[in-house]
């Protein structure tokens, strides 16, 4: 009978599909209920490159591998795209089971719910609360309730500068004050070499800037309720101060403007195309760029002189990376585990001297290690002149939104078109109406 | 028929424009895939200070490729032959029949065409999400759920080209093979698939090729393991410190079985197309 | 059973349209078992997707209410308000957004259709190496896209790109100009766009110069036309049916592209090449905001229906007074 050809024909399509679904459906992490379970974990890019990353990281998690059992599945994840893949996983509930966020944004991923909250009980499970460095910790969420994330990488801003330019252009000293920096950056700009190099086309760079120079022009992006401010006349300034780096000052390559995978200034400091960056702590990077540890020289970032009306002495952000476990992982032990073992001393000793940051917690400064000159000046901007970026839930937006905005205003400016007061006003009210302010 | 001088001289003048700008990148691809790579770092040369094929042997090491190019193969291969089956039976029918909403289907498939690919994007995206949240079904992320997004825009163009290709065949031989004692089916069966087989091929191979460069749903909807292609090149060419001679000589690797396969096919391509859009 | 349908009741036109009742599902139900599995996966993948559109559109569907949107707030209108609200900064650049949209289109649309004409009719009689020409023409259109325009992104580059290794070469630029942000980056996507459109363009008018009649040239060449004349009083007027349905194709497909511009900006583009496509998407999965989002989709959607309908009701139009 015919409609048994039909039924056979449609069973075979059906089948055919099943199958092919049924053998491409098996992607994603492992979650088998052996004892042994393979954990996923996103690493933020902290290294030269995200291969670098890889082959730092290798042999910390052969070692946890070799300890536990347990294996862990690495990926790096470039910054362009870190906040985006962590929020499509928070939302979707899909994503790894411990993975690396950038320290402001912990109250804004905090408030989604996706993170595990590190009660006391779980605190204890990977060695105790009291082993981090209370300033590190402080940035692990909103205050008042339990943190979702732990400190893994404490960093902070600095005015790298390379000593052998400066010492060929005559300048004795870093510059203290903002007008002593555009001098000197404008003596060390010539012939296609340039005073400063910025990661201009790229989002938490531009933010983070921004943040410390509205800082010291006693600007706030947020105000005490929480509500967004990004337009204010000091915020206005901050980001004028930016631009005209490049526009007015000219210290900067207007090709610097498509700077946005997040190495691409440090490289053009380490190798001798720019003599001065303002980067997180860099030194394991610098090395392996392959620039002489004795041009490396570094000094708080400069502040205005005199000081504007409620301005702070302000460096610094107070950057750094936690590590977060995911509440929906099926693996929650074998995660804590990993969590222990990644902010356990020998793992934070090893892993900060090769990225060149700096431990978060505080049996690993009895390394001599973390005693160098450069260590030191990081850990006094943090103690001194570090500020933290405003812990609250719309953190990721604005940072997102800001730094749009800034990556914007400086493609204007290396363009040709004069960017104005007036423009960056409208830039930032725009991208105040995105949070729905 | 004759031919005045200004006419050839316009030609080959037009032509040659046109021509080099349709290979510059082709030019540049396959020679920046053959330079060593302090060639792209600097300004741009025309030709490699010398040849070298060490791009296509470190271009696996550097970029995730052979993850992607196995998504890209599976999520593809099966979208468009999910897609040609059932669009073959649908287009059978429509060719073949006159009933009650046969126009309303043709509209439908053909209006959603033009539908921009966000519009379905964003509910996909929650419909999946939530499918998880409530079944444990796992779509976000998978190869699957890209499939099923995949078919969105490869199904209805099968339908569309493959009742085009059908009314091309002639009724007759249905009907012969219907006097001959063979019902329907028997004739879709014996006689109209295999006379279809060039335009069936054609139009899956269209369709591979059209998911295989598709980049909305796949930079959304899969995870470093379920990557395609398209978004993991794009991504590498981004995101990351760029080895411009490894990605052009990926970008070359991944063409050239594409572009071969095309150059093929065009000729059914085109037959279909126009015949559809004739009508 | 259904050995009794004779393929020749169904395909007849004047087939009774309703057939006694009793018999019907007997008669005519072979076309819509057919169509079952097309129907089904329809209704999975673009009706139902469609309709949640619609519905997410009219709510407040944030970051928080992704993983339940049963628990997302109702909000009325007001996704639409926030949009089309132009005195407000996300309805200013929606609009922004818009207009660069339909400026890049129409230039893309015009410049395709007039490549890719030019290329169809000097191809149209024999030649010497008239197939290498045509196979040359077709290839931007067969490479992937995003292997291509990954090409075309380094061709744009600053510093180390070929297009300012030319200009500057031939002495045309003074400076190395920027192509991939800036007031050019609007130029930059729409040559890449051309590029990759064009030859869709050739390669439609090919098929369609091909169905001419040879004799017309002939009439046309005994009346004293010259070439352009045979192009102007017998190429052009019957090619119209064909530009049509290329020029309505080609606007949809360009106005609602998304992989040139991302692969060519990424997801931030500059705001002087900012595709609608790419803006949705941007405000959507940046914001995670997806009723704006879906507001945003929907009234796209209903301009290019209207676009639509309305070129397709003047082609009706000028085609019976024609």
């Known amino acids: 009978m015919r409609p048994t050809k039909l039924s056979t024909l449609a069973c075979a399509a059906a089948a055919a599909a099943a199958l092919s679904l049924a053998a491409c459906g098996s992607s994603g992490s492992n979650s088998g209920s052996s004892a042994k379970p393979t954990l996923t974990y996103w690493a933020s890019n902290q290294g030269t490159s995200l291969q670098d990353d890889q082959h730092v990281l290798a042999p910390q998690i052969a070692k946890f591998t070799k300890q536990t059992g347990i294996k862990v599945k690495v990926t790096v994840i470039p910054w362009t795209t870190l906040l985006t893949q962590i929020t499509a996983a928070t939302v979707s509930g899909k994503g790894p089971d411990v993975l690396n966020i950038g320290n402001t944004w912990s109250a804004s991923l905090q408030a989604t719910g996706a993170f595990l909250p590190f009660t006391s009980s779980v605190m204890n499970t990977i060695g105790g609360s009291s082993r981090f460095l209370a300033g590190s910790l402080s940035a692990t969420g909103a205050a008042g309730q339990p943190p979702t994330a732990v400190p893994l990488y404490s960093t902070a801003y600095g005015l790298y500068y390379n000593k052998a330019e400066f010492a060929a252009a005559g300048i004795s000293a870093p510059p203290a004050t903002w007008s002593e920096f555009v001098t000197d950056a404008k003596k060390l700009t010539k012939g296609g070499h340039y005073g400063l190099t910025l990661e201009a086309g790229q989002i938490p760079e531009n933010v983070h800037l921004a943040f410390e120079l509205s800082q010291q022009q006693g600007g706030s992006f947020f105000d005490s309720a929480g509500k967004p401010t990004f337009d204010t006349p000091q915020n206005v300034a901050a980001v004028k101060q930016m631009i005209d ?73 107070v950057a750094g990376i936690n590590l977060a476990i995911f509440k929906d992982s099926k693996n929650l032990s074998a995660a804590e585990q990993f969590v222990k073992f990644m902010t356990s001393t020998p793992t934070q000793e090893s892993l900060n001297h090769t990225y060149g940051s700096l431990p978060t917690v505080q049996a690993a400064y009895s390394d001599p290690a973390f005693n160098t000159p450069a260590v030191k000046t990081f850990r006094s901007i ?56 | 028929m004759h031919e005045p001088a200004w006419f050839r001289w316009v030609r080959v003048i037009v032509l040659t424009l046109l021509g080099l700008f349709a290979i510059a990148p082709v030019y540049v691809m396959l020679t920046a895939s053959l330079k060593p790579l302090p060639d792209v770092e600097g300004a741009f040369r025309w030709i490699p200070s010398h040849l070298t094929f060490s791009p296509f042997i470190d271009m696996w090491q550097t970029i ?44 439908t498939i053909l209006s959603t065409q033009m539908f921009p690919g966000i519009l379905f994007l964003l509910p996909l995206f929650v419909i999946f999400v939530n499918l998880s949240q409530d079944t444990g079904i796992n779509l976000y992320g998978s190869r699957t759920g890209l499939i099923i997004t995949y078919m969105t825009f490869t199904l209805p163009f099968a339908i569309w080209m493959l009742v085009a290709y059908l009314d091309t065949i002639p009724r007759e031989l249905d009907e012969a093979a219907t006097v001959d004692g063979t019902g329907p089916l028997g004739a879709f069966i014996r006689v109209v698939i295999p006379a279809a087989i060039p335009g069936i091929v054609a139009v899956g191979i269209y369709a591979f090729m059209t998911a295989w460069s598709e980049m909305l749903f796949a930079s959304v909807l899969t995870n470093d393991s379920t990557r395609t292609l398209a978004v993991g090149l794009q991504g590498y060419a981004t995101q990351n410190q760029v080895y411009w001679n490894q990605i052009m000589a990926a970008s070359l690797t991944v063409s050239v079985p594409i572009v071969v396969g095309f150059l093929l096919l065009q000729r059914f391509l085109v037959a279909g197309m126009t015949a559809g859009s004739v009508k | 059973m259904v050995d009794t349908i004779r393929v020749e009741q169904g395909v007849t036109p004047s087939a009774p349209s309703s057939p006694p009742k009793r018999r019907w599902w007997r008669r005519g139900s072979l076309p819509y078992v057919l169509l079952i599995p097309a129907i089904l996966l329809e209704l999975l993948i673009h009706i139902v997707p469609m309709l949640a559109g619609v519905g997410i559109s009219f709510l407040q569907l944030t970051l928080f209410y992704l993983r339940n949107w049963r628990a997302a707030p109702f909000a009325g209108f007001s996704n639409y308000a926030v949009a089309v609200n132009f005195s407000s900064a996300t309805g200013q650049a929606l609009l922004h957004s818009f207009t660069v949209t339909i400026i890049y289109t129409l230039i893309v649309l015009a410049g395709a259709w007039l490549f890719g004409m030019a290329a169809a009719v000097l191809t149209q009689r024999a030649f010497r190496g008239r197939g290498a020409v045509r196979t040359l023409f077709l290839i931007p259109y067969a490479l992937p896209v995003f292997a ?125 090449a900012d595709i609608i496509s790419i803006h949705i998407y941007e ?27 309305v070129y397709l009701a003047l082609g009706r139009r000028g085609a019976r007074h024609a």
């Open chain 1, 245 to 317: 780096f490049m526009q007015t000052d000219k210290i900067v390559n207007p090709s610097d403007a498509q700077y946005s995978k997040g190495t691409e200034a440090l490289t053009d400091y380490a190798t001798g195309k720019s003599a001065m960056v303002f980067w997180q702590t860099a030194s394991g990077s610098l090395a392996k760029l392959g620039m002489k540890a004795s041009d490396i020289g570094v000094a708080p970032l400069p502040l205005p002189d005199p000081m504007p009306a409620g301005g702070k002495k302000v460096t610094s952000m």
């Open chain 1, 382 to 437: 943090l103690s001194t002149t570090a500020a933290p970026m405003p812990a609250v839930a719309a953190e990721s937006q604005f940072e997102t939104a800001v730094g749009t905005a800034i990556i914007h205003l400086y493609a204007s400016a290396a363009t040709g078109k004069t960017v104005t007061n007036a423009m960056i006003g409208q830039a930032l009210s725009q991208a105040q109406q995105q949070l729905g302010g």
């Open chain 2, 64 to 107: 995730p490729l052979l993850t992607y190019l196995e998504n890209s193969l599976i999520v593809c291969s099966v979208a468009s032959v999910a897609s040609v089956i059932v669009a073959l039976l649908a287009a059978y029918a429509v060719s073949r029949y006159r009933f009650h909403g046969r126009q309303v289907f043709s509209i």
């Open chain 3, 148 to 272: 291509s325009v990954i090409t075309w992104n380094f061709m744009l580059q600053r510093d180390t790109g070929m297009v300012n290794q030319l200009l500057l070469s031939l002495h045309l630029v003074g400076s190395r100009p920027f192509w991939l942000i800036g007031q050019d980056s609007f130029w930059s996507l729409v040559v890449v766009q051309l590029w990759r459109t064009w030859p869709f363009a050739f390669l439609i008018l090919t098929a369609g110069l091909q169905s001419i009649p040879a004799d017309l040239y002939e009439a046309a060449s005994l009346d004293g036309a010259g070439i352009l004349g045979q192009v102007r009083h017998v190429t052009l007027p019957l090619i119209r049916p064909v530009n049509r349905v290329l020029l309505l194709v080609l606007f949809l497909w360009t106005f609602n592209d998304f992989s040139v511009p991302f692969t060519l900006f990424g997801s931030a583009p500059p705001s002087q």
């Open chain 3, 283 to 309: 405000n959507s999965f940046v914001s995670w905001n997806f009723g704006t989002g879906s507001a945003m989709s929907v009234l796209l959607l209903l301009f290019l229906l209207v676009v639509t309908l």
